[in-house]
């Protein structure tokens, strides 16, 4: 699905975030990244959804060498990654049903189509009343929501979500997990970046750890767990308190 | 995209929204003017040229002390040659009458023709038939009446390089309105550009291509264009109109009037598309290049 090797990046002629970056996803894996903050998750993320190139080393992301694929084709790879922002970004002109509806239109979906999936995928992340809202006028929790149904809206092969979690009670947390699960299960890869340790334990996934501008994986880490642990300890700060509630099907 | 949708991009929002439609009123305006002006003076020169080009008029100066039954005896020689020329239509001694109507406008009604020395005037139409040639004909009259013949080319060479000067400053005129107006749709569309970097940004993430986003930025230009266009061709018509109806007034005899009317709506009904497309590719081009620069 995506594999890293040896990817360093630094901006501009600063310090490099991340060096010899090296780790390998495969179709239909879950995965928590986590790290302290400043430690280059976003920038990781935005390696693996094509907003940067990296500075040096090689990214094969769906079989294909980042490197090698012509500027005309990146859009067709973007349409089969979503990703929810750290900061949502969404459109605050366009309505709720407009925003989830970006992703279709952007790929030349029919209008009925359109209508159909938008108003059902905003009708189960519970935002069935707010369709015509504008972005502004919604709460942190429902901007989330909102973000997250336009990342998951066309089926996309890869999810990239960066605190997607951060706006929202601990209830909506883990309803937001149980669908990133559930689209896993319907095929999806996952990339969660989180400093939510809560949900970290809660869900049993792989973790992929970033630190010194290097990631470990489980595989790299016989005590992964452990460490993990520590790490988190000294990054999650009092954030990631568990969920107060049950889990419960979306 | 689904006709009368919110853009993706808030375009309607920028400042060139406001400002684009007005100079390109501006620019349809002056184009308009240029372009209807041009045309009007050449079908006037058509007008006259037709009027002239098949026409000669001969003029017999009365000699020093000569008496008027000597002239007019001059005047019925040339007529009787004339008539019996090959290639001419009919021949017409101009009344006293008739040359005063002529002087009038420049003269005033007080005129009295009689204290000038005046010639006497032939007015000479030619059937086309066949071409005249004046030079032989001027050296037949002279050499029997001292008659001589004008068949008007040099005016007519004048008026050709006069309508042809007009027609390259016509020709400039809209060219530097064309440039203007490239100029000032790209320069508003790199503002919008700037302006709605994190939008487009957001779409190239979203997996849009380049010519989806600048669709929705030569839609918008468009919009701009025709409004500002039609906007300066209504003017024009309303300016031409008035200038034809002040024209028709003067006593020129140009004819200025209804008949050349049509000219500057002919001409400022084609401007509208024309700006629209000119807007259109002009957007689209200065945002597909900025595009290319981004990742």
């Not at chain 1, 009343?129 to 929790?141: K, R, V, Y």
Request: hydrophobic content about 45%; proline content about 4%.
């Amino acid at each position: 699905m995506i594999r890293f090797e040896n990817v360093g990046m630094r901006y501009g002629t600063g310090p490099e975030v991340l060096r010899d970056v090296t780790f390998e996803l495969k179709a239909g894996a879950f995965h928590f990244l986590v790290g302290a903050s400043g430690a280059g998750k976003s920038t990781l993320l935005k390696l693996m959804y094509l907003a940067h190139r990296p500075t040096r080393g090689l990214i094969n992301i769906f079989d294909r060498n980042l490197a090698s694929i012509p500027r005309e084709e990146l859009p067709d790879i973007r349409q089969r990654i979503g990703v929810v922002y750290q900061d949502f970004r969404l459109l605050n002109h366009l309505s709720a049903f407009d925003n989830v509806a970006l992703p279709l239109r952007v790929n030349g979906a029919r209008e009925d189509v359109v209508q159909k999936h938008v108003g059902e995928l905003l009708g189960w992340v519970g935002l069935a009343d707010h369709i015509n809202a504008l972005p502004p006028t919604l709460s942190g929790g429902q901007k989330q929501r909102v973000a997250i149904a336009r990342a998951v809206i066309s089926r996309p092969s890869l999810l990239l979500a960066d605190e997607p979690t951060g706006n929202v009670d601990d209830t909506i947390a883990v309803r937001l997990l149980y669908l990133f699960e559930e689209l896993n299960r319907m095929g999806t890869t996952v990339v969660i970046a989180t400093h939510n340790k809560s949900l970290v334990d809660r869900f049993k996934h792989p973790v992929m750890r970033l630190g010194d501008g290097q990631v470990r994986t489980e595989e790299d880490e016989a005590d992964w767990g452990a460490g993990l642990r520590r790490d988190a300890e000294a990054s999650f700060g009092t954030k990631g308190d568990a969920p107060t509630v049950p889990p419960r099907e979306l | 995209m689904a006709a009368g949708r919110q853009s993706d991009i808030p375009l309607s929002r920028d400042p060139s929204a406001r400002f684009l439609p007005w100079i390109v009123a501006f620019l349809t305006y002056i184009a308009a003017l240029s372009v209807a002006g041009y045309l009007a003076l050449a079908q006037l020169s058509v007008d006259w040229n037709d009027g002239l080009s098949n026409a000669i008029t001969v003029e017999i100066t009365a000699l020093e002390g000569e008496e008027d039954a000597s002239i007019n005896g001059r005047v019925q020689t040339t007529v009787a040659l004339l008539r019996g020329y090959p290639g001419v239509e009919s021949v017409e001694v101009l009344s006293r009458a008739k040359i005063r109507e002529f002087l009038e406008p420049w003269l005033g009604k007080a005129l009295d023709i009689g204290a000038l020395p005046l010639p006497r005037l032939i007015d000479v139409r030619l059937s086309g038939d066949e071409d005249v040639d004046v030079v032989a004909l001027n050296e037949k009259l002279a050499g029997s009446t001292g008659a001589r013949a004008d068949d008007h080319a040099i005016w007519r060479d004048r008026m050709e390089r006069f309508l042809g000067s007009l027609e390259w400053a016509a020709i400039a005129i809209v060219a530097v309105v064309v440039a203007a107006a490239v100029i000032m749709v790209a320069f508003a569309t790199r503002g919008s550009l700037a302006a709605h970097r994190e939008t487009i940004e957001l779409l190239h993430l979203i997996g849009a291509r380049d010519d989806y986003i600048a669709r929705q930025f030569q839609r918008h230009a468009m919009r701009l264009a025709m409004i500002g266009s039609v906007l300066g061709a209504l003017a024009a018509m309303a300016t031409a109109f008035l200038i034809s109806q002040s024209a028709s007034g003067l006593e020129t005899g140009a004819g200025l009037g209804a008949e050349t009317a049509y000219l500057p709506v002919v001409a400022t009904l084609a401007l509208p598309p024309i700006s629209t497309i000119v807007a259109l590719f002009t957007a689209r081009r200065t945002v597909l290049k900025a595009l290319r620069r981004m990742t």
